[in-house]
């Protein structure tokens, strides 16, 4: 234990606990099994450099799913109807308090005001190139906090990928700041497990939070994870991620107690048919994509569309299908075949469920494409913990590091027996990852309201056009539901 880490800590919750064996004992439990503590040591100049590569290497494969014009040469949805809107024609303090169907947005406002101080040819690249970075930033964030759960970095980056290249909901999320809280939602289920011991991570996850929670209402379904993260450690650092959490979300339940929302509050879903969805939709398109699917079953609006279904019958299979699949990851773990982390899978899974119902449940009944991403995210991590494999990624029970873990990635007893059980025990992950690799090729390439869109460029042409006509204040620009009004003083 460094130093350091050390400075962090307060007394102990067992200690505080004194009379209390129950909750002392919840408290080991949990730090031992659910929030461990991350390896001592700061990273060397070769991790740092394979994080950045790592990251920039994710912003660039999610920017470049876009197809037609590409991300970084349009605007849609809100990024284009609200957060550039605002910043072209509102003061910068204005926009950024301005809510937003009952919330606030932020670090998307924030981003958004930083780009409208460049040409305006460059504000929807700088804009997308924000929000793609986003997407690898709580990617490495996963991979970071994975370690002491996944150990492998082959495990780590399957968790951590699939932020870049989710196979779902690219009908209305696709490289734009005003959905990256869905991917954030899978982020700070990663942040509320990990404990950081360098400074800079204990500085880092704080401000992660902090932003995270002041641009969504979202992150209030977490709270049960922030209750079990303070019994499970009362360090500096969680206790400032529990207060930026807090603080954050205090901020967006101002919009609704001073009557500043201009989002109905008069809608209800049953969670039983929520649930219902979650496994027709969620599992499914998780785990086959959304194109086999059928598609998102909306458009970019949000309202329904038909499913495009040429044969029922294998519709119906890839649903049962994927059920099953899931069951049987759940049987391959029990056999003993894998080294599952069941607090890890079962936490998961459960979240994956409960993020799905909260999204839904005081909204229309209607499965957005956007509440699919988070819940299919988690399944992933609560699949790839239950076919963690034995061997050199085997669970938490040899001796050699703090709450009896492995020191790096020191083989488990019984690894020496031969190749061939190790081999068989990758299998099942392996498999996992090829199916979601494949489903992910499948799915790479993104067909929306976005890339059918006219390049940016060709806006601020035709602005600079009009704009030379007498008496022209502003052109507007409009595509599907949303529209720009452009300042003829900025072309």
Request: charged share 10%; net charge positive.
């Amino acid at each position: 234990m460094t130093g350091q880490t050390k400075g962090d800590e307060l007394p102990p919750l067992a200690e505080a606990a004194a009379g209390r064996p129950g909750l002392a004992s919840l408290s080991g439990w949990l730090g031992s099994t659910l929030f461990r503590q991350s390896a001592a040591g700061r990273p060397s100049w070769r991790q740092l450099l394979a994080g950045v590569l790592l990251a920039a290497a994710g912003t660039a494969v999610s920017l470049a799913r876009t197809a037609g014009p590409g991300s970084l040469n349009t605007t849609w949805i809100e990024d284009a109807g609200n957060f550039l809107q605002d910043a072209l024609h509102q003061p910068v303090m204005t926009t950024i308090t301005t809510q937003m169907n009952g919330y606030y947005d932020v670090v998307p406002r924030v981003v958004t005001a930083i780009a409208v101080a460049f040409p305006l040819a460059w504000v929807p690249g700088i804009m997308s190139a924000c929000a793609a970075a986003e997407y690898a930033l709580f990617g490495l964030i996963v991979y970071i906090a994975s370690g002491p759960q996944l150990r492998s970095p082959w495990l780590r980056l399957l968790a951590a990928a699939p932020v870049c290249v989710v196979p779902l909901g690219y009908t209305q999320v696709n490289n734009d700041l005003a959905t990256v809280q869905f991917i954030a939602l899978y982020g700070l289920f990663w942040l509320l497990l990990w404990r950081p011991v360098t400074r800079a991570g204990q500085l880092a996850a704080p401000l992660v939070m902090l932003g995270a929670t002041l641009s969504s209402i979202l992150p209030l379904l977490l709270a049960p994870l922030v209750a079990a993260r303070l019994v499970a450690d009362r360090s500096k650092t969680s206790i400032a991620v529990a207060v930026c959490w807090a603080a954050g979300l205090l901020a967006q339940g101002s919009v609704q107690w001073r009557g500043l929302s201009n989002r109905s509050s008069k809608m209800y879903t049953s969670p039983l048919w929520i649930g219902g969805q979650y496994l027709t939709r969620v599992v499914p398109r998780a785990l086959f994509g959304e194109r086999a699917l059928g598609g998102s079953g909306t458009n970019g609006e949000g309202s329904p569309v038909p499913l495009r279904i040429p044969n029922v019958a294998i519709h119906d299979a890839l649903i049962c299908g994927a059920c099953a699949i899931v069951v049987l990851v759940v049987v391959i773990a029990l056999a003993g075949r894998t080294a599952p982390t069941w607090p890890l899978a079962v936490t998961a899974l459960v979240f994956s469920v409960v993020l799905f119902v909260g999204e839904i449940v005081d909204n229309l009944t209607i499965v957005q494409p956007r509440y699919v991403i988070a819940p299919a995210l988690l399944l992933y991590t609560a699949i790839v913990a239950m076919l963690r494999p034995r061997g050199r990624a085997d669970d938490a029970s040899t001796p050699g590091g703090p709450n009896a873990e492995p020191v790096g990635d020191a083989p488990a007893a019984g690894a020496s027996r031969g190749t061939w059980p190790a081999v068989a025990s990758w299998l099942p992950v392996t498999v996992f990852a090829l199916l979601l690799a494949v489903v992910a090729g499948f799915n790479y390439r993104v067909i929306n309201n976005r890339s059918e869109s006219p390049p940016w460029t060709a806006v601020v042409a035709a602005a600079a056009h009009e704009c030379q006509k007498p008496g022209m204040g502003d052109y507007v620009y409009r595509h599907a539901w949303w529209r720009v009004q452009i300042p003829c003083s900025r072309v």
